[in-house]
């Protein structure tokens, strides 16, 4: 397994050298003889379990929902539309508050002990969702995983960020990403494979009880991982930030770079004004803006509602039960190709061209999948021409929008209030998710199919967005960002 998770996260830049000799503060003395590179593939992997745990609470929702449906007698909870709605947008608004109250603590504490509480709060809360013995509980227990997931989705790409160098960002970060969708992949086939396999009362409780495996990974993996470098600089460490960086860097010289820069930003933080003022300027409210569109654009691409309800779309077109759980791990293969690519594209084309190409698709995509549940009979065909729209939606979603939207997060907002603005950003992000969660099986059963033409006319909105406001951040260090940002807004 180890040796597999090394090929996907290794990038051909990723070539071992012979360690830094110097070592760092007390905490970092058991990765003193580990090299550069090896060092940064182990905090990728270590952050990213948070990406899988997240990928794996999102996925497993969708296998779990049709026997969750079930009468209590048959092992499920008896939900309608309405409950079914809300089971799984509590999670999403769990998630909503976790992206902003991480914000705040990663900034204070630190990224790197944020990770440790959250993965607690994974492990807690997956236990309450296998448990539950009601539908009030299974929506305070998915709540509490939502703050996990949605500290996560704050956290760790910011981490990531931190310790990878500018050449290295965007692939690096992209990783994050690609857990997600392999955990979600990983929910639809133990979904599909236990549904074939195990027929006992209450199924959904063990596919659920699984999400608490990521959260013990990422607890004990936290003890193996420097604290962010950058986080240390914000906070006037500098010896230690560079001893951490040395260990990050193959050249010296390129540590000593980093930390230069860092020192130069600080000087300059010294005479701008405190975080608070920072807060009121117009060019940081514009980020903060910018970013809020961004999650508003990711979400009602209504990518969630596939995510969350494919299995019931399926059968809705005459689809059985474990027929609809096997195709929906289409969507999970087809994400995670499509964020190998993304990883690629990423490196070679601009964060704008990227999403305009994705967003033009989703359009094109969502129109179709529309037109065929309203115009073509209810037969077999059907189920297979709205599955492969389904599968080229997500093609371009998973390769063009979210690796870009999670890497603009990581980008797009100033070191003094980074972790405050991305949790912003992200809860925002998060609660339009919710509203999608929330309000798609209930449209889907009092407007029907045209729903989806409602998705394609947003997101037109949304490509006019993109192409008016967003700069692009390529090729920059995250202080060059910073710098070009306020001086173009």
């Given at each position: 397994?180890?040796?597999?998770?090394?090929?996907?996260?290794?990038?051909?830049?990723?070539?071992?050298?012979?360690?830094?000799?110097?070592?760092?503060?007390?905490?970092?003395?058991?990765?003193?003889?580990?090299?550069?590179?090896?060092?940064?593939?182990?905090?990728?992997?270590?952050?990213?379990?948070?990406?899988?745990?997240?990928?794996?609470?999102?996925?497993?929702?969708?296998?779990?929902?049709?026997?969750?449906?079930?009468?209590?007698?048959?092992?499920?909870?008896?939900?309608?539309?309405?409950?079914?709605?809300?089971?799984?947008?509590?999670?999403?608004?769990?998630?909503?508050?976790?992206?902003?109250?991480?914000?705040?603590?990663?900034?204070?504490?630190?990224?790197?002990?944020?990770?440790?509480?959250?993965?607690?709060?994974?492990?807690?809360?997956?236990?309450?969702?296998?448990?539950?013995?009601?539908?009030?509980?299974?929506?305070?227990?998915?709540?509490?995983?939502?703050?996990?997931?949605?500290?996560?989705?704050?956290?760790?790409?910011?981490?990531?960020?931190?310790?990878?160098?500018?050449?290295?960002?965007?692939?690096?970060?992209?990783?994050?990403?690609?857990?997600?969708?392999?955990?979600?992949?990983?929910?639809?086939?133990?979904?599909?494979?236990?549904?074939?396999?195990?027929?006992?009362?209450?199924?959904?409780?063990?596919?659920?009880?699984?999400?608490?495996?990521?959260?013990?990974?990422?607890?004990?993996?936290?003890?193996f991982v420097p604290p962010s470098p950058r986080w240390l600089a914000s906070k006037g460490r500098?010896?230690?930030?560079?001893?951490?960086?040395?260990?990050?860097?193959?050249?010296?010289?390129?540590?000593?770079?980093?930390?230069?820069?860092?020192?130069?930003?600080?000087?300059?933080?010294?005479?701008?004004?405190?975080?608070?003022?920072?807060?009121?300027?117009?060019?940081?409210?514009?980020?903060?803006?910018?970013?809020?569109?961004?999650?508003?654009?990711?979400?009602?691409?209504?990518?969630?509602?596939?995510?969350?309800?494919?299995?019931?779309i399926l059968k809705n077109t005459g689809m059985g039960t474990n027929a609809a759980l096997t195709?929906?791990?289409?969507?999970?293969?087809?994400?995670?190709?499509?964020?190998?690519?993304?990883?690629?594209?990423?490196?070679?084309?601009?964060?704008?061209?990227?999403?305009?190409?994705?967003?033009?698709?989703?359009?094109?995509?969502?129109?179709?999948?529309?037109c065929v549940l309203q115009f073509m009979p209810q037969n077999l065909t059907q189920s297979y021409?709205?599955?492969?729209?389904?599968?080229?939606?997500?093609?371009?979603?998973?390769?063009?929008?979210?690796?870009?939207?999670?890497?603009?997060?990581?980008?797009?907002?100033?070191?003094?209030?980074?972790?405050?603005?991305?949790?912003?950003?992200?809860?925002?992000?998060?609660?339009?998710?919710?509203?999608?969660?929330?309000?798609?099986?209930?449209?889907?059963?009092?407007?029907?199919?045209?729903?989806?033409?409602?998705?394609?006319?947003?997101?037109?909105?949304?490509?006019?967005?993109?192409?008016?406001?967003?700069?692009?951040?390529?090729?920059?260090?995250?202080?060059?960002?910073?710098?070009?940002?306020?001086?173009?807004?």
């Open positions: 397994m180890y040796v597999l998770a090394r090929r996907w996260f290794q990038a051909k830049d990723f070539r071992f050298m012979s360690s830094s000799s110097t070592t760092a503060a007390a905490d970092t003395q058991g990765r003193q003889n580990a090299s550069p590179n090896r060092l940064i593939f182990i905090s990728v992997l270590v952050a990213t379990m948070g990406a899988l745990a997240f990928g794996y609470d999102t996925g497993i929702i969708a296998g779990a929902l049709p026997f969750m449906t079930l009468p209590a007698d048959q092992g499920g909870l008896g939900l309608n539309a309405y409950s079914e709605g809300m089971i799984t947008a509590s999670l999403i608004v769990g998630a909503a508050f976790g992206s902003l109250a991480s914000g705040y603590i990663s900034d204070r504490f630190g990224r790197r002990l944020t990770l440790r509480l959250l993965s607690v709060l994974f492990i807690a809360g997956a236990l309450g969702t296998a448990i539950a013995p009601s539908i009030p509980f299974m929506v305070a227990a998915r709540f509490l995983l939502g703050i996990a997931v949605g500290g996560g989705s704050a956290t760790v790409p910011v981490f990531i960020a931190e310790i990878a160098g500018p050449s290295r960002r965007a692939r690096l970060v992209s990783r994050n990403e690609l857990m997600i969708v392999s955990g979600q992949l990983l929910a639809y086939v133990l979904s599909a494979v236990m549904a074939a396999l195990l027929h006992t009362p209450g199924i959904w409780r063990y596919m659920l009880a699984i999400a608490m495996v990521p959260g013990v990974l990422l607890l004990i993996g936290t003890f500098f010896d230690e930030a560079q001893d951490v960086l040395e260990q990050l860097r193959s050249n010296k010289n390129d540590a000593q770079r980093e930390v230069d820069e860092m020192k130069a930003q600080d000087e300059q933080a010294r005479n701008r004004p405190k975080a608070k003022e920072l807060l009121r300027q117009r060019w940081v409210i514009k980020l903060l803006l910018i970013g809020i569109g961004l999650g508003f654009t990711a979400q009602l691409t209504g990518v969630n509602a596939f995510m969350y309800y494919t299995p019931i195709a929906t791990i289409g969507n999970g293969v087809v994400s995670v190709i499509a964020t190998l690519l993304g990883i690629w594209a990423i490196g070679r084309y601009g964060r704008r061209h990227l999403l305009m190409t994705g967003l033009v698709m989703v359009i094109l995509m969502q129109a179709a999948l529309g021409t709205a599955l492969a729209c389904i599968l080229v939606f997500l093609l371009f979603m998973q390769m063009c929008i979210s690796p870009v939207y999670w890497l603009l997060m990581s980008e797009l907002f100033p070191m003094q209030v980074r972790g405050l603005l991305t949790g912003t950003a992200v809860s925002m992000q998060w609660l339009f998710n919710a509203s999608v969660a929330f309000t798609f099986p209930i449209a889907v059963d009092t407007i029907g199919n045209p729903t989806f033409f409602i998705f394609a006319a947003i997101n037109v909105g949304s490509l006019i967005f993109v192409f008016l406001c967003l700069p692009e951040t390529k090729g920059k260090s995250l202080e060059q960002i910073e710098k070009h940002l306020k001086k173009e807004l």
